[in-house]
T-cell receptor, first 112, second 113 residues
Framework: DVKVTQSSRYLVKRTGEKVFLECVQD?????MFWYRQDPGLGLRLIYF???????EKGDIPEGYSVSREKKERFSLILESASTNQTSMYLC???????????FGSGTRLTVV | AQSVAQPEDQVNVAEGNPLTVKCTYS??????LFWYVQYPNRGLQFLLK??????LVKGSYGFEAEFNKSQTSFHLKKPSALVSDSALYFC???????????FGTGTSLTVIP
């Protein structure tokens, strides 16, 4: 069964901490994505990557960075966590356009 | 520009009744259309997709969706709703040249026993 695995389901961090959210896929997909999901706002794209060591800003990249050193792993980094980054974070990967995204189970991050 | 609209934030339906969750889209080129479902505190799960061919597509858990090119719609339907269908539903579109999806804001479906 193909999978996208997010390292943590729930995470509590303090304001100002550097936070790493990890995502690993086993489908050899080129494309990987990070979204945040907030009530009433749907899914908002933070960053995406079409290849190793390549990254593109999405709609809301401020306060975030990403790393893709290996094809299967796409990390989201909160350089200095703030309370307004409390959210559900969803990682997804995809292959060709005719196929859909495969999502991870999500990480619910709370910044206190 | 690509976009997806889900005009209803909330849909309530009685158990056993048919349900419809609406979606309209705007995309350049031929659309690839998808429906996803999300249960509380979980990621999104694939339900069904339209790529080409028959306008009525069938998916998981008895759901189906009808692609209507003239109305640029892709409404999700089920003939008889179950309480376990209560969840958040997302419509998404991807054009056939790009890698990125565009999601609607989601529709919360509640099936009342």
């Amino acid at each position: 069964d193909v999978k996208v695995t997010q390292s943590s389901r729930y995470l509590v961090k303090r304001t100002g901490e550097k936070v790493f959210l990890e995502c690993v896929q086993d489908m050899d997909h080129e494309n990987m994505f990070w979204y945040r999901q907030d009530p009433g706002l749907g899914l908002r794209l933070i960053y995406f990557s079409y290849d190793v060591k390549m990254k593109e800003k999405g709609d809301i990249p401020e306060g975030y960075s990403v790393s893709r050193e290996k094809k299967e792993r796409f990390s989201l980094i909160l350089e200095s966590a703030s309370t307004n980054q409390t959210s559900m974070y969803l990682c997804a990967s995809s292959g060709q356009a005719r196929y859909g995204y495969t999502f991870g189970s999500g990480t619910r991050l709370t910044v206190v | 520009a690509q976009s997806v609209a889900q005009p209803e934030d909330q849909v309530n339906v009685a158990e056993g009744n048919p349900l419809t969750v609406k979606c309209t889209y705007s995309v350049s080129g031929n659309p690839y259309l998808f429906w996803y479902v999300q249960y509380p505190n979980r990621g999104l799960q694939f339900l069904l997709k339209y790529i080409t061919g028959d306008n009525l597509v069938k998916g998981s858990y008895g759901f189906e969706a009808e692609f209507n090119k003239s109305q640029t719609s892709f409404h999700l339907k089920k003939p008889s709703a179950l309480v376990s269908d209560s969840a958040l539903y997302f419509c998404a579109v991807r054009d056939n040249t790009g890698n990125q999806f565009y999601f609607g804001t989601g529709t919360s479906l509640t099936v009342i026993p």
